[in-house]
């Protein structure tokens, strides 16, 4: 069964700092990584993907992957109140599907 | 917006009653999987079709089934449902073929209580 784990928080952070979110996974033969952020109610939202070794930056998100480790993580500098939200890791499957972890709740606080 | 639509937005049935819920993929997506989100849980993969065929699963009972038709729209339909299967059902999209892609896009939903 592969899994995806993640620290299920709430991850709190003041204002204006950087955040620092952690995912690892099971199979080691995945090879496409995504954070996605679902606001409360809403649907998850694709933030960021990874497909290499090493850093992907896209504004205040830097996504990181070390399969070796079998570990990625997002960063997110600058952090916002609007940046509160459930972070959600995802690995894609064998068969073109997405496997979850359970997400982790991050609050930033002004 | 990814251009994902769902409907109903909400929908209340009653244990063993059935239901259909239908999603129209982002344009130039040709491959719609179906997810389901029970409450502080991330999606779980329920299926997914492509040129109108269900071409992968996920640990759901054959009472979970699905269509795609010709526009790559889809339906989740399901039969004799449960009080556990009240959750968020998601559908996403994405291009399958020519230029590999794997990013999917979720639509906004639909909220399934079963009462």
């Known amino acids: 069964q592969k899994e995806v784990e993640q620290n299920s928080g709430p991850l709190s952070v003041p204002e204006g700092a950087i955040a620092s979110l952690n995912c690892t996974y099971s199979d080691r033969g995945s090879q496409s990584f995504f954070w996605y952020r679902q606001y409360s109610g809403k649907s998850p939202e694709l933030i960021m993907f990874i497909y290499s070794n090493g850093d992907k930056e896209d504004g205040r998100f830097t996504a990181q992957l070390n399969k070796a480790s079998q570990y990625v993580s997002l960063l997110i500098r600058d952090s916002q109140p609007s940046d509160s939200a459930t972070y959600l890791c995802a690995v894609g499957g064998s068969q073109g599907n997405l496997i979850f972890g359970k997400g982790t709740k991050l609050s930033v606080k002004p | 917006e990814t251009g994902v639509t769902q409907s109903p937005t909400h929908l209340i049935k009653t244990r063993g009653q059935q239901v259909t819920l239908r999603c129209s993929s982002q344009s130039g997506h040709n491959t719609v999987s179906w997810y389901q989100q029970a409450l502080g849980q991330g999606p779980q993969f329920i299926f997914q079709y492509y040129r109108e065929e269900e071409n992968g699963r996920g640990n759901f009972p054959p009472r979970f089934s699905g269509l795609q038709f010709p526009n790559y729209s889809s339906e989740l339909n399901v039969n004799a449902l449960e009080l556990d299967d009240s959750a968020l059902y998601l559908c996403?999209?994405?291009?399958?073929?020519?230029?590999?892609?794997?990013?999917?896009?979720f639509g906004p939903g639909t909220r399934l209580t079963v009462t």
């Open positions: 996403a999209s994405r291009r399958t073929g020519g230029v590999l892609t794997y990013e999917q896009y």
